[in-house]
């Protein structure tokens, strides 16, 4: 069972910028689509950021799309979530996860992936 470990949150000023990373490990995650997720307490899991396989194809949630930024290295084992011009909403934990699929634009809910790391903190400040 392939384990996923996010690191990269934190607390962040409006406006401001952070990289989270996602790495992988007991297997490998580079002939699927990775996706980041996150999570509000009494919200259910929403849909962030996915990238195909091999990084060609990426798709985003309508509130990120400018913003936020997904890209993968295979060779190096990591996926990153790059998000700028964060806002106070955007406060959530978030989850990498990997597919169970290559790709698919149609795959966004939590249920087409099947490996989560343990959420890494974002707190975005006013």
């Known amino acids: 069972q392939v384990q996923l470990v996010e690191s990269g949150g934190g607390l962040v000023q409006a406006g401001g910028s952070l990289r989270l990373s996602c790495t992988a490990s007991?297997?490998?995650?580079?002939?699927?689509?990775v996706a980041w997720f996150r999570q509000t307490p009494g919200v259910e899991r929403e849909f962030v950021a996915a990238?195909?396989?091999?990084?060609?194809?990426?798709l985003y949630a309508d509130s990120v799309k400018g913003r936020f930024t997904i890209s993968r290295d295979n060779a190096k084992n990591m996926r990153w979530l790059q998000m700028n011009q964060l806002k106070p909403e955007n406060t959530a934990v978030y989850y990498c996860?990997?597919?169970?699929?290559?790709?698919?634009?149609?795959?966004?809910?939590?249920?087409?992936?099947?490996?989560w790391g343990q959420g890494t903190q974002v707190t975005v400040s006013s």
């Open positions: 996860a990997k597919s169970r699929r290559s790709w698919s634009d149609a795959d966004r809910s939590p249920e087409s992936f099947d490996s």
């Open positions: 007991g297997g490998t995650v580079s002939s699927y689509a």
């Open positions: 990238i195909s396989w091999d990084g060609a194809s990426t």
